[in-house]
């Protein structure tokens, strides 16, 4: 359930749009607003299973987010591992195992309460993205979690996912966020750390404690990523 405060907060946005009027609240004005939806070339590229093509650029990604739906809320995860990590089984299914995380479980908690995923594969390098929709479930089913075995380790479970739809989407995302040309890479030293986001957050009592996190940090993940 939505918390008091996150619950009065959404019904705030939702009265001060109900008395905004460039706020879009009708299909109507949303098709007056883009006239030329939806681009004919857009509806092409879906497909109701994967293609072999499609297939290909699931087996080159190393990065997928996964996005699902609960009682809490909307949730957009990034799941990650060498190429091919996500396995398609066939035409109409993907496996994606669930690696060691945080272990807040918000994917997994949401599936069990409403299986609605969507996917978007990032290949580096390539301009295209591919989006699925479907529906999934937590699996543990011991011949599947064997077949996701990294270093000896087992994921402690994996998402089988029933494809709906496949979309790519263009490049033009990619051209203008300028996302993988070495030109636009940012100094982490120039941002935040995760020991100062921790911080704000009130999860550290000092900088002092947030300073000892990041100085352990990569040493942890890089021990922990099975």
Request: glycine share 8%; with cysteine.
């Amino acid at each position: 359930m939505l918390g008091r405060t996150a619950y009065r907060g959404r019904v705030d946005a939702e009265e001060r749009a109900a008395h905004d009027e460039h706020t879009v609240t009708t299909l109507e004005r949303l098709l007056e607003v883009y006239p030329a939806a939806p681009a004919a070339n857009s509806l092409a590229k879906e497909s109701a299973t994967i293609t072999p093509s499609q297939a290909r650029i699931i087996d080159a990604a190393p990065f997928v987010v996964v996005a699902t739906v609960g009682d809490g809320g909307l949730d957009q995860s990034p799941r990650g591992d060498r190429p091919g990590f996500v396995v398609v089984r066939d035409e109409r299914t993907l496996v994606i195992p669930d690696r060691r995380g945080n272990h807040r479980l918000d994917t997994l908690r949401n599936v069990l309460a409403d299986p609605r995923v969507g996917l978007i594969f990032l290949v580096p390098g390539l301009g295209e993205e591919l989006r699925v929709r479907g529906t999934a479930v937590v699996s543990t089913d011991p011949d599947e979690l064997a077949r996701h075995e990294v270093k000896g380790v087992l994921p402690a479970s994996v998402l089988v996912v029933a494809v709906e739809r496949v979309y790519f989407q263009c490049a033009r995302a990619i051209k203008r966020s300028r996302l993988w040309d070495s030109a636009s890479r940012v100094d982490p030293k120039t941002l935040p750390t995760a020991g100062a986001m921790t911080r704000e957050a009130g999860g550290f009592a000092s900088d002092d404690e947030a300073a000892a996190y990041d100085a352990a940090l990569d040493k942890r993940q890089d021990a922990t990523l099975y």
